[in-house]
C-alpha cells in the first residue's frame, strides 16, 4: 500500500468511527497502535488534531472511563478524505493499462486544448465520447518529461483526434499534428461524413485536413 493510501485509509477510520461516536473523536480503544502512530504523523501535517486535556476530560465524563487519547479530523483532513475518495482507487501504471487502452503521453499545450473540449461537451453536435472525460479528469502529469499520461480506448483516441482537429480549425495546428505523428490518428471531415462521430471520422494512418 502507498503511503498516500495509508493515509486515506487512517483518515476514513477516524471519520467513520467519530461519525459512529457522535462526538466526532477516534477512541484510543477504537484504533490499532500502528493506525495511532500513522494518526500521530498526520497531526504533523495538519489533517489531525489530537485532543488536548479538556477535551480527553470531557471525553473520559461521556465514555464513563479515562480516555488517554483522541483524534479527529481537521477541516483540511476532512477535505483531503473528500478529495481521495472522488479519485479512482486503481490507477494504471505504465505496464499495466488494460489489453482495449494504450498509454497515451501528451505534451501541456494537447492537455489545454483537449480540456476545453471537454469542457464544451454540453454545447458540441459530436461531443466528447464515454469516458474520455473521465480520463482527463485523473490523468497523471510526469513533471520530469511534461507530459500527461491517460490510458485511451480506440474510440477515444479518435475523439482526442476531433478535439484537436477542432483546435487546428481554430488556430493551431502543432497539437494535431504531434498526435498523428505519434499515434498515428487523425480526424478527417471526409470520413466523419458516413459516420458522424468523433471517433468515426479518425483512423490510424488517415489523412487530417491541411494547415
Known sequence: MRNWERALSVLEALYERGQAAGHGWTLDTELLLSHQQQVNVL??????????????????????????????????????????????????????AASDRQVVELIPSQMAALRVFIGLTGQLRVPPVDGLAEQVRTA?????????????????????????????????????????REYGVVYSPARASSNPSAAGGAARG?????G
Open 43 to 96: 497531526e504533523g501535517q495538519g489533517l489531525v488534531e489530537l485532543a488536548c486535556g479538556e477535551d480527553r476530560a470531557e471525553l473520559s465524563v461521556l465514555e464513563g472511563r479515562p480516555v488517554r487519547w483522541a483524534a479527529r479530523l481537521t477541516p483540511y483532513g476532512h477535505d483531503t478524505l473528500a478529495y481521495g475518495q472522488s479519485r479512482p482507487r486503481a490507477e494504471h501504471s505504465p505496464g499495466e
Open 206 to 210: 488517415g489523412m487530417g485536413v491541411s
Open 140 to 180: 497523471s502529469c510526469d513533471h520530469g518529461i511534461k507530459r500527461w499520461r491517460l490510458h485511451l480506448t480506440q474510440e477515444q483516441m479518435g475523439s482526442v483526434a476531433y478535439g484537436l482537429w477542432l483546435h487546428r480549425m481554430t488556430g493551431s495546428a502543432a497539437e494535431a499534428n504531434r498526435f498523428g
